[in-house]
């Protein structure tokens, strides 16, 4: 089974900074398949970006995602006050069908 | 507008059952698989089941094989899923989540509000 690892676990930053966000997977994996959310509390989560790095509709394009095989990164560039929340990443895979999360990086306001 | 709306959680007692529905609007729902993602008190997001489209497929994750079932009703829009055995690790908000396009089923783009459910005695 894949794990998803998440890091760090909570990020510290001010607003108009940037954040890194990173998720490693213990094996390679398909990008096509490779998802962010975001998940403020009380709320549902958000998704972000899908296929690595293209991202959902409405989705400001301060938020960008890349990667490849087990190393993902999520980049906030320039932070708003609205975007300090919890961020998972997630898998899709097809043999069995299933779907992993990471367990999440907090990003708090500094 | 798409719109997933969940209920039936509450309070249950160890070795209950509970079934949990999602009423569905804004899109036609048959053509969608649906699934179901939990998250534990203060925890990170969990994938519980999936549903194809026309109901003839079903997936579980492990830790809850053979204790919960998915199922749906295309004729009403609406998701279920029934559990059964409760244990204090099936406390938890239940949202339903819905794919962004049809037969991509890759990732989730609609949420639920969720429905808590909580096993206690």
């Known amino acids: 089974d894949i794990v998803l690892t998440q890091s760090p676990g909570t990020l510290s930053l001010s607003p108009g900074e940037r954040a890194t966000l990173s998720c490693r997977a213990s094996?390679?994996?398909?990008?096509?398949?490779f998802a962010w959310y975001q998940q403020k509390p009380g709320q549902a989560p958000r998704l972000l970006i899908y296929?690595?790095?293209s991202r959902a509709t409405g989705i400001p394009d301060r938020f960008s995602g890349s990667g490849s095989g087990t190393d993902f990164t999520l980049t906030i560039n320039r932070l708003e006050p609205e975007d300090f929340a919890v961020y998972y990443c997630?898998?899709?895979?097809?043999?069995?069908?299933?779907?992993?999360f990471g367990q999440g990086t907090k990003l708090e306001i500094k | 507008e798409v719109q997933l709306v969940e209920s039936g959680g509450g309070l249950a007692p160890p070795g209950g059952s509970l079934t949990l529905s999602c009423i569905a609007s804004?899109?036609?729902?048959?053509?969608?698989?649906m699934n179901w993602v939990r998250q534990a008190p203060g925890k990170g997001l969990d994938w519980v089941s999936t549903?194809?489209?026309?109901?003839?497929?079903?997936w579980y994750a492990d830790s809850v094989k053979g204790r919960f079932t998915i199922s749906r009703d295309n004729s009403i829009n609406t998701l279920y899923l029934q559990i059964h055995s409760l244990s204090a690790e099936d406390t938890a908000v239940y949202y339903c989540?819905?794919?962004?396009?049809?037969?991509?089923?890759?990732?989730?783009?609609?949420w639920g509000q969720g429905t808590p459910a909580t096993v206690s005695s």
């Open positions: 997630q898998h899709f895979g097809t043999s069995p069908l299933r779907y992993t």
């Open positions: 094996q390679s994996v398909s990008s096509t398949y």
């Open positions: 296929g690595a790095s």
């Open positions: 804004g899109f036609t729902f048959s053509d969608f698989a």
């Open positions: 549903i194809s489209a026309d109901g003839t497929g079903t």
């Open positions: 989540a819905r794919p962004m396009v049809r037969g991509v089923v890759h990732f989730f783009e609609y």
